[in-house]
């Protein structure tokens, strides 16, 4: 067992002094006072916050890639223990690794590697977020044109027959797709997403009865809001869709996230959809066939296209505090229970509370990583 003290813990709505956390294995065990502690874990093991604050491991449910892999193009359980590494040295202890728009053979590549991977906490694994290619060419961003189709029966029961427990996220645009599809992603317990999407608000309204409880990047890669064209984001505004949101400042209009915040509150959390340049010194990488240039922070196809991000979730928080005009105790929450709650983990992930996993973020009082520990153990 391990005590950390001399913290600032992020417990529920507010951080608390003079609090200890108790980490026994995997698992946070208990929360009691300093004074408490030596009379009721005598001898305990102390970890020293450095009056740092101390929250819930980062948790990001759409992950391309990074530390100089993209999951698309080595689907491998390699490529995941890269990508674990690479997040703890931002605080994301748990991710969605994310396919986007493929073959139908590297899907079921995915999922298979996904189903036989025993302790999927072991590489911070929550299931897959499979992104396409179910999508709109229309608003394909930088998925792969020939790979853009309407789902079939054969791929979805695979998807399907794999379960809620290797599939957390299915992206979709609900235009392209039959109610049936929808529903029979949703009644297994994988949340269904719209993203990559041109509907109008009536086509997302109508299919949102069916399953739909996600958005994929709000306002990228969908039909955007207008008085009287409210599109996918005003379906996801006027609705209880939860969504993603990328904070990087080049994906959206910091005003925007600021409004997003103001109408959707806990419905909407941090993501980062990074790619392989996070962590590396990569000039450009190929997405699905695609070349993808990074520079000053941005990753950018051949003709200006966003192709996913180089944020960090880290960095996302300090975003959200310096950009957004919100507290930091929201900006935790973003990056840690709102997204818990989108895909119903928050019973696990994303708390610092007893009987959750030991995910735990130090950072100083200028937001900056100091220390993480994952499932228990110091990394």
Do not use: W
């Not at 009691?32 to 491991?57: R, W």
Request: aromatic residues 8%; proline residues 3%.
């Amino acid at each position: 067992m391990k005590a950390i003290i001399n913290g600032e813990l992020f417990i529920g709505n507010k951080f608390y002094k003079e609090k200890a956390l108790i980490i026994k294995g995997e698992r946070i065990v208990d929360i009691l006072s300093d004074t408490e502690l030596d009379s009721t874990y005598p001898g305990i093991q102390k970890i020293d916050a450095n009056n740092n604050y101390v929250t819930p491991g980062f948790i990001d449910l759409q992950l391309n890639g990074c530390g100089g892999v993209l999951f698309n193009d080595d689907i491998s359980l390699n490529t995941l223990e890269i990508m674990h590494k690479t997040n703890l040295k931002y605080g994301c202890t748990s991710f969605t690794p994310t396919l986007i728009t493929t073959s139908d053979e590297n899907i079921e590549k995915a999922l298979n590697l996904v189903k036989n991977i025993k302790n999927k906490g072991e590489y911070g694994v929550l299931g897959l977020h499979i992104e396409g290619p179910y999508i709109s060419l229309q608003k394909k961003g930088i998925h792969n044109p020939k790979f853009i189709r309407k789902a079939d029966k054969a791929m979805i029961d695979k998807i399907v027959e794999a379960g809620k427990e290797n599939v957390t996220i299915v992206t979709l645009a609900p235009e392209n797709t039959d109610k049936t599809v929808i529903s029979k992603l949703n009644n297994v317990g994988i949340n269904v997403a719209v993203g990559h999407s041109n509907a109008t608000y009536e086509e997302v309204k109508e299919k949102e009865t069916f399953g739909i409880s996600l958005s994929t990047h709000l306002y990228n890669g969908m039909s955007s809001f207008g008085h009287r064209e409210p599109g996918v984001v005003g379906a996801v505004f006027d609705s209880d869709i939860k969504a993603g949101i990328i904070a990087d400042g080049f994906h959206c209009h910091y005003s925007a996230i600021k409004s997003a915040i103001k109408i959707m509150g806990e419905r909407l959390y941090l993501v980062t959809d990074a790619v392989a340049p996070v962590g590396t010194d990569m000039e450009y990488f190929y997405f699905e066939g695609n070349k993808v240039y990074y520079k000053d922070g941005k990753c950018f196809g051949e003709d200006g296209t966003l192709g996913g991000s180089a944020l960090t979730m880290d960095a996302g928080v300090r975003n959200l505090v310096k950009y957004c005009d919100i507290t930091l105790e929201e900006a935790i929450r973003m990056a840690t229970l709102y997204p818990a709650k989108a895909v119903g983990i928050d019973n696990e992930f994303g708390k610092l509370q007893p009987g959750h996993f030991a995910d735990i973020v130090f950072l100083d009082k200028h937001l900056n990583l100091k220390k993480v520990i994952a499932k228990g153990q110091e990394v």
